[in-house]
């Protein structure tokens, strides 16, 4: 019997060291990163920091690239929030150099991610690169990074982008945003800018592109239903419809005009004129 009293008080006073050793224990630190999910393209160390470039992409392409940026204080492996950053992709040719479409670098929900695109007209080659030019601000110090970063011709090798003189005498950039085709009318995206210097290029508001997308390989046929792409002031871009109504390649022939209904670039598809000269190509 006090075998048995000796074995009761033994397990309570376990049970007792126990939960306070549970109650008292702080649990230890997670650091998760918002952008875990995402594909880290660039990273970039000076001033005491890393700076972090993600993409949903694997890799930097022309066209539109949709980028997230961090900024993390390596003194501490914290990443910084509440900064303000702005950059500046310079393309360094063998004859000049020019700039690209961008946004501007916002942030967002998660206070350490910082959110903008960059419309890439052309790729990385051996002789011809890109320098990323960023400027950062927190804590009353403003810094300064360059660093070369390689963009990739689309490993599909279709044109998702197009850089042209309009009959305005005025160079544009049209891109097409992130897509994921769907035998279905699809929301299709794009942004247009007009290029007024070698380093400055503003978004084009109020504009109409005119879309006809047709099967090449399929006797040229199109789709019904589509709508053309009118300036959405919310969202800050072009929006439509896109009608795809069976899979492969299709060419998305495209018309700009501009606010007075002229047309800038493009050409109507007739059964002399099999496509326009300004497009769009996707595969699925």
């Given at each position: 019997?006090?075998?048995?009293?000796?074995?009761?008080?033994?397990?309570?006073?376990?049970?007792?060291?126990?939960?306070?050793?549970?109650?008292?224990?702080?649990?230890?630190?997670?650091?998760?990163?918002?952008?875990?999910?995402?594909?880290?393209?660039?990273?970039?160390?000076?001033?005491?920091?890393?700076?972090?470039?993600?993409?949903?992409?694997?890799?930097?392409?022309?066209?539109?690239?949709?980028?997230?940026?961090?900024?993390?204080?390596?003194?501490?492996?914290?990443?910084?929030?509440?900064?303000?950053?702005?950059?500046?992709?310079?393309?360094?040719?063998?004859?000049?150099?020019?700039?690209?479409?961008?946004?501007?670098?916002?942030?967002t929900e998660e206070k350490t991610v910082y959110k903008g695109f960059v419309?890439?007209?052309?790729?990385?080659?051996?002789?011809?690169?890109?320098?990323?030019?960023?400027?950062?601000?927190?804590?009353?110090?403003?810094?300064?990074?360059?660093?070369?970063?390689?963009?990739?011709?689309?490993?599909?090798?279709?044109?998702?982008?197009?850089?042209?003189?309009?009959?305005?005498?005025?160079?544009?950039?049209?891109?097409?945003?992130?897509?994921?085709?769907?035998?279905?009318?699809?929301?299709?995206?794009?942004?247009?800018?007009?290029?007024?210097?070698?380093?400055?290029?503003?978004?084009?508001?109020?504009?109409?592109i005119k879309l006809d997308p047709r099967m090449p390989g399929m006797g040229?046929?199109?789709?019904?239903?589509?709508?053309?792409?009118?300036?959405?002031?919310?969202?800050?871009?072009?929006?439509?419809?896109?009608?795809?109504?069976?899979?492969?390649?299709?060419?998305?022939?495209?018309?700009?005009?501009?606010?007075?209904?002229?047309?800038?670039?493009?050409?109507?598809?007739?059964?002399?004129?099999?496509?326009?000269?300004?497009?769009?190509?996707?595969e699925f």
């Amino acid at each position: 019997m006090k075998t048995i009293k000796s074995l009761i008080i033994l397990i309570a006073l376990s049970v007792g060291i126990t939960s306070c050793s549970d109650n008292n224990e702080s649990p230890m630190p997670v650091t998760e990163n918002p952008l875990e999910a995402y594909n880290l393209t660039s990273s970039f160390e000076a001033n005491g920091h890393m700076l972090e470039l993600y993409s949903e992409k694997e890799v930097l392409t022309t066209g539109y690239n949709e980028l997230y940026l961090q900024i993390k204080d390596l003194s501490t492996g914290e990443y910084i929030p509440n900064a303000t950053i702005s950059w500046n992709p310079v393309m360094h040719m063998t004859q000049m150099s020019h700039s690209c479409p961008k946004s501007e670098i916002s942030a967002t929900e998660e206070k350490t991610v910082y959110k903008g695109f960059v419309v890439f007209q052309m790729a990385s080659n051996a002789n011809e690169y890109w320098e990323l030019n960023l400027e950062y601000s927190f804590g009353g110090t403003t810094y300064t990074i360059s660093e070369t970063i390689e963009v990739n011709a689309p490993a599909d090798g279709k044109k998702t982008v197009n850089v042209f003189m309009g009959a305005d005498d005025a160079r544009y950039v049209l891109a097409m945003m992130p897509l994921t085709p769907e035998v279905a009318i699809n929301d299709l995206s794009a942004v247009l800018f007009k290029m007024e210097s070698m380093m400055s290029f503003q978004p084009i508001e109020n504009y109409t592109i005119k879309l006809d997308p047709r099967m090449p390989g399929m006797g040229n046929h199109s789709s019904p239903n589509n709508e053309d792409l009118i300036y959405d002031a919310t969202a800050g871009n072009y929006a439509g419809k896109l009608s795809l109504t069976m899979t492969g390649y299709w060419k998305i022939n495209l018309q700009l005009l501009n606010a007075n209904d002229e047309i800038l670039k493009g050409e109507s598809v007739t059964e002399e004129n099999e496509s326009s000269s300004l497009y769009f190509e996707i595969e699925f």
